[in-house]
């Protein structure tokens, strides 16, 4: 089956930096890559996602890059914020359309 | 807030009983999917049904069954519970079985005793 691999398990930026969370799959099948935010106690809510016939997507200050001959992708948040500070999971899908998740990346933005 | 609902909010309840959580798609969805975080953990995808059928699975232990009815709730059930169980259960929906944003719902907190 498909297994995530997802780094750091933690990152820590100074707010107005930006950050970069790195994850590989080992599916070539898969095909759809979102990235999911969870702040505390509550619930993951879709921040970005990709499909495999695009390389890159930005929206506003979240970007996410695939490349799918090495199987990995990546989240990029330029000029961090406090509101940042969550745990981020992406997660890989296939045609099976099961979802499988990395083990979470806790980014804390600090002043 | 996703549309997606969850009862209920938290469980407590002992080792080697029954419990059973319930969830309501947003509207128009017809994929239910249900996942376990463990305390600091990840999503671990337990089971996902389509229109009432189940259309994959995960993880999902043998004491652990679901299913969705024709109004498209779906209700996990968790049998001879073990301290371990205790994690946040999530249930999500999405409107096809295919490469779809998947909405979350809030949560069912089971803390086994």
């Known amino acids: 089956g498909e297994n995530v691999e997802q780094h750091p398990s933690t990152l820590s930026v100074q707010e107005g930096d930006s950050a970069v969370i790195k994850c590989t799959y080992s599916?070539?099948?898969?095909?759809?890559f979102p990235w999911y935010k969870q702040e505390l106690g509550k619930r993951p809510q879709l921040i970005i996602d990709i499909r495999s016939n695009v390389g890159e997507k930005k929206d506003q200050r979240i970007a996410v890059t695939l490349n799918k001959t090495a199987k990995h992708f990546s989240l990029h948040i330029t000029e961090t914020q406090p509101e940042d500070s969550a745990v981020y999971f992406c997660a890989a899908s296939g045609t099976a359309s099961k979802l499988t998740f990395g083990t979470g990346t806790r980014l804390q933005v600090t002043l | 807030d996703s549309g997606v609902t969850q009862t209920p909010k938290h469980l407590i309840t002992a080792t080697g009983q029954r419990v059973t959580l319930r969830c309501s798609p947003r509207s128009g969805d017809l994929s239910v999917y249900w996942y376990q975080q463990s305390l600091d953990q990840g999503l671990q995808f337990l089971i996902q049904?389509?229109?009432?059928?189940?259309?994959a699975k995960g993880n999902i232990l043998e004491r652990f069954s679901a299913q969705q009815f024709p109004d498209l709730h779906s209700e996990l059930n968790l049998s001879s519970l073990e301290l371990g169980d205790s994690a946040l259960y999530f249930c999500a929906s999405s409107v096809n079985w295919g490469l779809d944003e998947q909405f979350f719902g809030p949560g069912t907190r089971l803390t086994v005793l």
């Open positions: 049904y389509y229109n009432g059928e189940e259309r």
């Open positions: 599916d070539s099948a898969s095909n759809y």
